[in-house]
């Protein structure tokens, strides 16, 4: 007998033992469960009563510098905090990333649609890391926050996201966003794409034709974030991250992000990028977040993390 | 003389005599009495009885639990009111019962007054009657007048009366009721309730009557119990399947149920007590499931696959012996002739049983490791019994290896499975000298094992009759001689071509070796699928992430590892592996190694791969040189041997020459070496049978050299030569497992008894043992020693026993048409059989998915442990159909856009803990979760997930069964996955698909000619579909095999095979439907080209933009032949719901606006938009005829419209 689990088996298995590791902590699942706001209205108060108290000196207590080592952040015991907090920081590249690998040379004829798709260069977007070595297209996300934040899920929840094809790119590459959010798919191109998503529960492959949009609507969250390809123009993908929950971020191109109205207190957080995959433990690293304040956590991604692109 | 009161003999004496011999006699009696009445049979059933009783009043109580007591004691509550009611009105019921008394009598009176008054108006009427055909109208009518209507009058008012009286006795019958209580009532609902239980009651009280109960017991008392006992033989007749006794073929009388009596019944597992019942009462395995059958009403219902009345094999017409073997007739245990199944058992059935083996019985019973054996007694195609699968196991084995090459199994005359088809195992050698060295043959001849631990090619040297010392230069000898003969009569393959001189770039020849990549032949050899058969050490499983380790090991096709030392030079073995790897068939013209229709380049770096890396013997072959002093005299000695019986042949003239024995000696010397090694060579390759699996010049007429093994099932051990085989055995030590040189204990005893099963074992395990001390030449003359060689599992048991159970089903019993299943198989149920043995031959489980993983969810496990995510589950799948349900599509499906998914999952009924079975492809896995992609529909708490959906599961939870088949497949896609991060499914767009559906999908003729011909379908694919090279010789027709695979895949899915009618086709359906959508062709044409199907695909003058590198689908000219109309429609709708990974969209969408070019008869109608596409593809010819006469008409319409610019347009 043969079992054929797919990748992340080692990921996997990293994220159980932390998880048992965690477990073995004894108060870890209680404290997570206590620090949960019953009481919405108790919450929202707390948010907005909270402002904006500016604590660096506790933010920087809180936090390890770097990708902090398993160990050392679970045996930490968890901390139980009421309020919310705001949980920032940056995503740095350690060594060289490979110059990105040009998809479409511009003018090429060979190029499927060529008129349309090589117009200009298309350049891989699988690891873009700036002159000061932050990567963009980061997504940090909460896996699973003890507490929400009405004002925040309502903020998150109410936005029209738009994911565009433009010029043979998909625009975003890297979305985030919370379930029940209306995702218009549009084509600014006069030829057909397809959006072939493979996003765990929000899987579906549509044709879109040249100038033509559809609308989807997730209902249902995602564990981690998919591929969404078109075939049609096969270097075309982008990633998608769907959460019941506002707490994610996806990195600017200088490689900040930031993630407001966090639960205080002890919290799993978690960094994917598309080539790397889990940049921590998949089930996320504990951060203290400081109630009423910024947290920082930086994280790094080693050039050994990175996955061939063949 | 007076009489005397002397007697001749002294009465004292006699009447001590007599008194003793009376007191004997009684106890000789008593003795034997007591002897019958306590058979070994006889007391087995009343400890039988004894436990049918003790369940039967569990199950009484059981069914007395089962029953709603509350109901049942409201129910008696009711009837005891009633009774009550009864008691108190008393008075009046009988008051009651008096009046009715006489309203009765009043009733039958009239009743019968009434009869006779309407007889005898019939009477009256005929009268009349009569008088009008006399013509006395005027008599008729005052007939009428007088007698006719007075009768009349009076039966109405007899009728009258007696409807009151009725109505009377109906209300006076209703008080009564009513004053009772309405008990008749009461008393059926209660027995409603006690149905069951009655029935167990019923049944015990009879049992108790004939088998357990105080008059069973008197009836059972000795000698009382010669009348009418309570223990009885139970014999099954079976004339038909009669057993050969000696020239006689006699019935069959099967008395095994005499001693187990539970074995049709279910559940007599376990005892009253819930202790495991001894082996002897227990149930037979699968009496209730396992098979299936159609049921009055026409449908398929399960049945038991054996003993069930409405299975496949009934107990009252198959009786036990024909599957089991063993004296039907016995009904002692020993006479019955079982055998066990281990050392131990033999040991505990001595014990208790007193057993010992018959050796007088023919066909012992089978032990329980054997027992699939009887199967390909009826079951002569052998893979229609997949559930057996040990003896598929060894019928594999026996076609891999090859044993037909030297024994006949089937063939004219015989009965049982049918082997003759099998092709050659071994490769052609008329060739050889192009291929390998000369040196490494003859080390390779001398022990293949030595250079390929896992290859087909046996030992024939080495072994125990010719290992010794002594016998070396005999071996040595033989193995340069068949090696000279060999080289000596090789032939260069006509069409091998040299390599390109260096530079050259002819791609219609192989380029020369200095100019291949052989790191890009690593990739290739990958990439190519080479591993779907082939393994090698570069490639070493553990290379491969752990769940597809299992696929790194094939060995289909030769492990390729030491390739390179198998060569004489480096230049020659490239020569001939480019060309080999290129066009097999120029080599072996029906070779198992198909044409892969690689480009002379990519063949020319695997080619220079497989080369660059450094081969070795694993284990070094120990082989003189052939003029040494230790070879030369075993040549002079077979030389002479063979001379001396047989005379001389010239190997240049071919001419033979008798030699007188005293000139043999200096004849022999006389000659010169090669001439002696070529004569010998012939003699060694005749004795030795190397024909049999090798394409061998000069032997083209000689026949297969081993024992025909039809009917070796019931070989009579005294006709198997033992040898000094337990002497054999004594010789070797003994391991502490207490095997003797790989033979355990069980099998020793077998051979000390001399049985069938032990000769067997012993003759696959140490195939020469049997010569053990006659291996001197006195004895034995060398070239009569035993042939048969040993093969690389001779020392794996498992394997041995699986090629075993295959033999020992060879009887080749005539068993009456009526038992065979083939004479009921419907023409699907063959093909599917005869075509898994083309599968199998061809390997095709290497590279496409038969079945896709099946994970499980066992019957009463809790539902939400194993579907962590059941709900969301229900909820994405069921708001998926918003964007994609077509009820033409699914109708089966349950979908209504108003009802929210919120609503249907509240609704849905609680799990019934049946198993679940889910077939479907890992998709993502995220710690112990993974989520898996349907690829058949599954049902689960009532609603129905279609292929596509997405099912949650957890891994810990469920059971997984492999796919089936899809070897390369999972390993290059797992592997990839693995090393880039990308989505698993991802890849399969490039891999051999999946063959699931194949049948429903393809049309039959077209897969029987793809296969001869396989044409490049998906330009994207990583490798192409190679050419086999069918048919076991080209005048037994190829196309046999092509269409078995055809058929098979048809009727798998349950289709027409194989010819298929497409209606869609005819003008009548065509017409019809452009009647309903004018220009409907004309319509579906340019939905295709104004719409996506032409940014992919090639369709008329049509070409999709783009490079060579880029992706894009099939040429549409071949989807008219390809695909079945109704496969194709839903393909065109919903192409992820059939191919959940593939990369064609969904292109009609069932809502929203419409998609560019549909034509105005067509909006909204996205069923009718997939239909007029779809026969526009199944009409192609009849649509491009119909563009190129419109674009002639009116210039610029049809041109699409999507693709802008240059590269948009056709050309």
């Known amino acids: 007998m043969l079992s054929r689990w797919t990748r992340q088996g080692i990921l996997t298995l990293g994220g159980m033992a932390i998880l048992a590791v965690a477990g073995c902590g004894g108060k870890g699942t209680e404290a997570d469960q206590a620090v949960t706001v019953a009481d919405p209205t108790v919450a929202a108060s707390g948010g907005s009563g909270g402002s904006k108290a500016s604590a660096p000196a506790e933010g920087s207590k809180s936090a390890a510098p770097t990708t902090a080592a398993p160990a050392e952040s679970t045996t930490a015991a968890p901390v139980t905090a009421s309020g919310w907090g705001t949980l920032k920081g940056r995503v740095v590249f350690d060594g060289d990333a490979a110059a990105p690998k040009i998809l479409v040379a511009k003018g090429d004829p060979n190029a499927k649609d060529s008129a349309v798709c090589a117009t200009n260069e298309i350049k891989s977007e699988r690891l873009i890391v700036d002159a000061s070595k932050g990567v963009k297209n980061v997504i940090v996300y909460l896996p699973k926050p003890t507490a929400v934040n009405p004002e925040a899920k309502s903020a998150k929840a109410s936005a029209t996201v738009l994911f565009d094809q433009k010029k043979c790119i998909f625009e975003p590459h890297v979305l985030a966003l919370m379930t029940n959010t209306k995702v218009e798919l549009k084509s600014s191109d006069s030829v057909s794409h397809n959006v072939n998503s493979k996003v765990q529960n929000n899987a579906f492959n549509d044709a879109i034709a040249p100038l033509g949009t559809a609308v989807k609507n997730p209902v249902a969250p995602a564990r981690q974030p998919g591929q969404v390809t078109c075939d049609i123009h096969p270097w075309m993908t982008a990633y998608w991250l769907v959460l019941d929950h506002p707490y994610f971020a996806v990195t600017d191109d200088k490689g900040n992000f930031e993630i407001k109205n966090v639960p205080a207190g002890t919290q799993k957080v978690t960094v994917w990028q598309e080539a790397t995959l889990f940049v921590t433990p998949a089930a996320g690293q504990d951060v203290n977040i400081a109630p009423n304040g910024e947290t920082t956590q930086d994280f790094t991604i080693k050039a050994a993390q990175v996955k061939s692109e063949q | ?1211």
């Not at chain 2, 009820?887 to 209504?896: G, M, T, V």
């Open chain 2, 1 to 1211: 003389m007076p009489a005397r009161e002397e007697t001749y003999r002294n009465q004292t004496l006699l009447h001590v005599v007599f008194a003793i011999s009376s007191i004997a006699m009684a106890v000789t009696i008593v003795w034997m009495i007591m002897a019958d009445h306590l058979r070994p049979w006889k007391e087995t059933q009343r400890t039988f009885h004894y436990i049918e009783d003790g369940k039967l009043r569990v199950e009484e109580q059981k069914r007395k639990d089962e029953i709603n007591q509350q109901q049942l004691a409201d129910v008696q509550a009711k009837i005891d009111a009633a009774d009550k009611t009864a008691e108190d009105n008393t008075k009046e019921i009988n008051k009651i019962r008096g009046e009715l008394k006489k309203i009765v009598g009043r009733y039958e009176q009239l009743d019968t007054e009434t009869r006779f008054l309407k007889a005898e108006l019939d009477s009256q009427r005929s009268e009349y009657d009569l008088k009008i055909d006399l013509n006395q109208n005027r008599e008729a009518q005052r007939y009428v007048a007088d007698v006719i209507v007075p009768s009349e009058k009076k039966l109405n008012g007899l009728r009258i009366e007696f409807e009151g009286i009725k109505k009377q006795r109906t209300d006076a019958e209703k008080r009564v009721e009513t004053l009772e209580g309405n008990v008749d009532v009461l008393k059926k609902e209660r027995d409603k309730l006690t149905l069951d239980m009655n029935r167990v009651s019923r049944l015990l009280t009879q049992k108790e009557q004939q088998y357990f109960g105080p008059p069973a017991f008197l009836r059972g008392l000795p000698l009382i119990d010669a009348a009418a006992p309570p223990t009885k033989i139970m014999q099954i007749s079976l004339p038909e399947l009669t057993i050969n006794y000696n020239f006689k073929d006699v019935p069959r009388y099967d008395r095994c149920q005499t001693c187990h009596l539970g074995i049709d019944r279910a559940n007599y597992d376990k005892d009253a007590e819930g202790k495991d019942l001894p082996n002897v009462f227990k149930s037979h395995p699968h009496l209730t499931e396992g098979a299936s059958t159609t049921d009055p009403s026409g449908k398929r219902v399960t049945a038991g696959l054996y003993l069930d009345g409405n299975g496949p094999h009934k107990i009252n017409s198959f009786g036990c012996t024909i599957c089991h073997g063993g004296n039907g007739s016995g009904t002692d245990f020993s006479y019955s002739s079982h055998e066990p199944n281990t050392l131990h058992q033999a040991e505990e059935w001595k014990d208790e049983h007193k057993w010992a083996e018959m050796h007088h019985w023919d066909e012992p019973m089978l032990p329980k490791r054997f027992m699939e054996s009887s199967c390909i007694k009826c079951h002569h195609q052998v893979t229609d019994v997949p559930q057996a699968q040990k003896l598929q196991a060894g019928y594999e084995r026996i076609v891999k290896y090859g044993c037909t090459g030297c024994h006949t199994i089937g063939g004219e005359g015989s009965f049982g499975p049918d082997l003759t088809e099998e092709r050659q195992v071994g490769p052609n050698l008329r060739h050889i000298a192009s291929k390998v060295s000369k040196e490494w043959t003859a080390k390779w001849i001398k022990n293949p094992h030595a250079f390929r631990p896992d290859t087909r090619m046996p030992r024939f040297y080495g072994v125990t009759n010719n290992a010794g010392k002594k016998d070396q230069p005999k071996s040595d000898a033989e193995v340069y001689a068949m090696t000279h003969y060999l080289f000596a009569k090789s032939v260069p393959p006509a069409d091998f071509v040299d390599p390109q001189a260096k530079g050259g770039t002819n791609a219609n020849l192989p380029p020369a070796q200095a100019s291949t990549d052989a790191a890009k032949g690593k990739d290739l050899f990958f990439q190519k699928g080479c591993m779907a058969c082939h393994s090698h050490k570069d490639f070493p499983p553990s290379s491969f992430p752990s769940s597809v380790q299992e696929y790194a090991k094939a060995n289909h096709g030769p492990n390729l590892s030491e390739m390179a030392l198998k060569f004489q030079s480096n230049a020659q073995g490239y020569k001939w592996l480019v060309n080999w790897i290129k066009q097999p068939e120029k080599y072996h013209a029906k070779t198992l190694m198909p044409n892969l229709q690689l480009s002379w380049g990519d063949a020319a770096d695997i080619a220079s791969w497989v080369l660059s890396v450094k081969g070795e013997w694993p284990k070094k072959v120990e082989l003189p040189d052939v003029d040494s002093a230790e070879v030369q005299p075993g040549i002079n000695e077979l030389v002479k041997l063979f001379v001396t019986k047989g005379g001389w042949k010239d190997p240049a003239s071919g001419k033979t020459q008798s030699v007188s024995l005293s000139e043999v000696d200096g004849f022999v010397e006389s000659l010169k070496t090669d001439d002696k090694l070529m004569y010998l060579g012939e003699k060694t390759i005749g004795r030795l049978g190397c024909f049999g699996c090798h394409n061998i010049a000069g032997f083209e007429t000689y026949k297969p050299i081993g024992t025909a093994l039809n009917g070796w099932g019931i070989k009579s051990p005294a006709k198997l030569d033992f040898g000094h085989i337990t002497e054999y055995l004594q010789a070797q030590t003994i391991a502490e497992d207490g095997s003797r040189d790989g033979t355990d204990p069980f099998f020793q005893e077998k051979l000390a008894h001399h049985t069938r099963t032990g000769f067997l074992y012993e003759k696959l395990h140490r195939p020469r043992s049997y010569d053990y001390k006659k291996n001197d030449d006195d004895l034995k003359s060398w070239d009569d020693r035993l042939r048969m060689p040993q093969f690389v599992w001779a020392d794996d048991p498992k394997a041995v026993e699986e090629v075993m159970t295959f033999i020992l089903g060879l009887t080749g019993e005539k068993i009456s048409s009526k038992y065979l299943p083939s004479t009921k198989y419907t023409p699907a149920q063959k093909a599917v059989a005869e075509g898994a043995k083309i599968l199998n031959r061809y390997n095709c489980t290497g590279c496409h998915v038969l079945s896709m993983p099946k994970y499980t969810v066992a019957a009463g496990a809790k539902l939400e442990e194993s579907l962590t995510d059941f709900e969301t589950n229900v909820r994405v799948a069921y708001n998926n159909r918003n964007n994609d349900f077509l009820k033409e599509l699914y109708p089966k499906l349950k979908f209504d856009p108003k009802a929210s998914a919120d609503e249907l999952i509240k609704g849905l009924p609680a799990h019934d803990g049946k198993p679940v079975v889910i077939e479907a492809m890992p998709a993502q896995a995220l710690e112990d979760e993974l989520s898996v992609q349907l690829w058949q529909p599954v049902t689960i708490r009532g609603f129905t997930f279609n292929v596509g959906d997405t099912l949650t599961l957890s891994k810990s939870k469920v059971g997984l069964t492999p796919a089936d088949g899809g070897n390369f497949a999972w390993l290059f896609a797992t592997t990839q996955a693995e090393k880039t991060g990308t989505d698993f499914p991802t890849f399969w767009n490039r891999l051999p698909p999946p063959l699931l559906r194949e049948g429903a999908k393809v049309q039959t003729p077209w897969l029987t000619s793809f296969l001869k011909d396989p044409y490049m379908i998906r330009p994207a694919a990583n490798l192409r579909m190679p050419r086999f090279h069918y048919g076991k010789d080209d005048v037994k027709t190829p196309a046999l095999e092509t269409e078995g695979i055809a058929n098979y895949f048809a009727a798998v899915d349950g289709k027409e095979f194989p010819y298929q009618q497409i209606p869609e086709r005819e003008q009548s359906y065509l017409a019809n439907a452009e009647a309903k959508h004018p220009e409907y062709l004309a319509g579906g044409w340019q939905l295709m080209t104004k719409g996506a199907c032409v940014q992919c695909h090639k369709i008329g003058q049509f070409n999709p933009t783009g490079g060579p590198q880029v992706v894009n689908g099939p040429d549409l000219r071949q989807v008219s032949t390809r695909f079945r109309p109704e496969y194709l429609a839903e393909w065109l709708a919903r192409p992820n719901r059939l191919l959940p990974y593939t990369a064609m969209p969904q292109n009609i969408p069932p809502v929203g606006p419409p998609a560019p070019g549909v034509p105005k008869s067509m909006e909204g109608q996205p069923w009718i938009q997939v239909k007029a596409v779809r026969d526009t593809l199944l009409n192609y010819v009849n649509a491009v005829e119909g563009q190129l006469a419109g674009v002639a008409g009116k210039p610029g319409e049809t041109k699409p419209v999507a693709p802008k610019g240059a590269g948009g347009g056709g050309q």
